[in-house]
């Protein structure tokens, strides 16, 4: 009980030093504008307009910030980006090859089932026809 107290006390004691910033800390002093573009008269819950007429829709908005690696990942991410339907494709397929693979260690059952039916001609069964072509042959002995 004493080692597990100890423990919690030098690791409280880590977490609350870990939470102390520094002697010379200065918070970040970024240039914020006065008044928000969305808006009007110093409303605030009115919704800000939508694209405005010189910011397509289809702008590349990540550009504004001037960042090569960010565009070079915003590039990499469109080249790599599929199709919704391409994608749920591939999922659907892989879902199938999965249960594919699951299916082999299943037992399996195998079967064959053939039919066949005959007729036989007007003058009856094979043995009745050997019997006639019999008689003639001795007739013809005659």
């Given amino acids: ?25 200065e918070a970040p ?8 573009s969305g808006v009007i008269n110093g409303a605030e819950d009115v919704a800000a307009p939508g694209a405005s007429p010189e910011t397509p829709a289809g ?17 990499r991410a469109a080249a790599g980006n599929l199709d919704l339907k ?6 659907v397929e892989a879902r199938i090859q999965v ?4 299916a082999q260690g299943l037992p399996s059952l195998n079967g064959t089932a053939s039919y066949m039916r005959e007729q036989l001609g007007l003058a009856g069964s094979s043995n009745r026809k050997a ?6 042959r001795q007739a013809l002995k005659r």
């Fill in 131 to 136: 019997s006639s072509m019999a008689r003639r």
């Fill in 86 to 91: 391409a994608a749920y494709l591939r999922i």
């Fill in 59 to 75: 702008s590349f908005w990540w550009q504004q910030f001037h960042d090569t690696e960010l565009d070079r990942l915003e590039e």
């Fill in 1 to 25: 009980m004493g080692l597990s107290r100890a423990a919690v006390l030098v690791f409280a004691a880590a977490s609350l030093a870990a939470c102390k910033v520094g002697p010379t800390f």
């Fill in 99 to 102: 249960q594919a693979a699951r």
């Fill in 29 to 36: 002093r970024e240039p914020v504008p006065e008044q928000y």
